[in-house]
């Protein structure tokens, strides 16, 4: 248990859905982050949020929309996604800038887009 | 740009046999230098992290690390590896308030 606490654990939904991944950190950080890990691939930084404000968008399509309410909450919206954004979504958070501390992730959820 | 380069994708060691993964990073500053290990289905802990100090670094279940400036390098280390220790370990470099950038990861198979 690291703190971080993401759900659901598992998510299957058809192209023309929409649904939401829920994030909470109850660690008093006040960074948090999105993060997409596919098959064969690093791990890609999707959004960043520094005291509810987003501060990173890494040219992530428009059908993920994340939304940051509080400090401790980080959703990620998703409609009309595309077989390919089948992956496991991972949840970050770290007390400020991540480069200089320790990130904490959640377990992670697994979409799977069909 | 910052950049990890974990060079082995696949690495199988015998139980109680030691191990080393290899991390070389590309970083204009002073890194921070972070080891991530990632069962399956799961999300990443972290391992151990270097800041600055001593170059060889201790972490958590028995891994330690060491920092080569001149090498780039920060490689993990475990002396005797247990079953248990299978999964994915995952490289990251980083520094002040940059986001960290990660390798592509080594898959450790333990072989009884």
């Known amino acids: 248990e690291t703190g971080v606490t993401q759900t659901p654990r598992h998510l299957v939904m058809g192209m023309t859905n929409k649904k939401s991944l829920k994030c909470e950190q109850h660690l008093g950080h006040n960074a948090m982050y999105w993060y997409k890990q596919s098959a064969k691939k690093p791990l890609e930084l999707m959004f960043v949020y520094n005291f509810k404000e987003q501060t990173e968008n890494n040219s992530v399509p428009s059908r993920f929309s994340p939304e940051c309410p509080n400090s401790s909450h980080l959703f990620l919206h998703l409609h009309t996604l595309q077989p390919e954004d089948s992956a496991l979504y991972l949840c970050?958070?770290?007390?400020?800038?991540?480069?200089?501390?320790?990130?904490?992730f959640g377990q992670g959820t697994r979409l799977t887009v069909v | 740009a910052q950049s990890v380069t974990q060079p082995d994708i696949h690495i199988t060691v015998s139980e109680g046999a030691s191990l080393e993964l290899r991390c070389n990073y590309s970083y204009g500053a002073t890194p921070y230098l972070f080891w991530y290990v990632q069962s399956p289905g799961q999300g990443l802990q972290l391992l151990l992290k270097y800041f600055s100090g001593d170059t060889l670094v201790q972490g958590i279940k028995g891994f330690e690390a060491e920092f080569k400036r001149s090498q780039s390098s920060f490689n993990l280390r475990k002396p005797s590896v247990h079953w248990s220790d299978a999964a994915e370990y995952f490289c990251?470099?980083?520094?002040?308030?940059?986001?960290?950038?990660f390798g592509k990861g080594t898959m450790l198979l333990v072989s009884p």
């Open positions: 970050a958070s770290s007390r400020e800038g991540q480069g200089s501390t320790e990130a904490f």
């Open positions: 990251a470099v980083g520094s002040g308030y940059s986001t960290l950038t």
